[in-house]
């Protein structure tokens, strides 16, 4: 997959979390006019969770940080009461963006504080390259689906150049085929090659 695509999925992904931030600001504003009880407790809990941190940078033992969390958790609690009082989502104060995951950047961070592509992006990146491998129509044309029944039983060696008749022959080669899907992640296993003149059926028939 070229950089392009990706730099084009990362711009869209962008561009998804700046709009799922934009509503949640659109929705705050419309609801603290309705509750401006809300906007005073939010403005408390950014001004108490910027004293905690600029009191763990400064060192500062003389205020407790344990007292700055104390008050924070009392007044989100307060706020979930409001909330609920008025019949509103817990989460309709927070960004709804289409990934959970992610939060719609495409990356997570693991345990190890590295960053990997979240299976959403990796996902899109999948369906891109599934839809140029022409391959649209696997619901259809599988394995499962194969018809044997349109190559003959008869055995002609001087037609076919086989002592083994057509239908056996495509049934050995779809064994082969599926024994090849089957070990594709084995690096021993060998890969495929389908050769021959046109009209010799190298193609998948339903």
Do not use: W
Request: net charge neutral.
């Amino acid at each position: 997959m070229s950089n392009e695509v990706l730099n084009s999925l990362l711009r869209e992904y962008e561009q998804k979390k700046l709009n799922a931030e934009l509503d949640l600001e659109k929705r705050k504003t419309e609801l603290y006019k309705k509750l401006p009880e809300l906007q005073k407790i939010d403005d408390e809990i950014n001004h108490l969770s910027f004293q905690t941190a600029k009191n763990i940078l400064n060192k500062n033992e003389s205020i407790s940080t344990s007292d700055f969390k104390q008050k924070i958790e009392e007044l989100k609690y307060k706020k979930a009461c409001i909330l609920h009082d008025a019949n509103i989502p817990a989460d309709y104060l927070k960004p709804h963006y289409s990934c959970s995951i992610c939060n719609d950047t495409g990356y997570v961070t693991k345990n190890n504080y590295e960053t990997e592509m979240c299976s959403c992006l990796k996902q899109k990146l999948l369906d891109i390259s599934f839809n140029k491998s022409n391959m649209s129509n696997l619901d259809k044309e599988n394995f499962d689906t194969f018809n044997a029944n349109l190559y003959s039983d008869d055995v002609d060696i001087a037609k076919y150049k086989f002592n083994i008749s057509p239908r056996t022959n495509i049934l050995n080669i779809k064994q082969k085929c599926i024994e090849f899907v089957e070990n594709f992640n084995n690096p021993d296993s060998k890969n495929l090659l389908f050769t021959g003149n046109t009209g010799l059926r190298k193609n998948f028939y339903v």
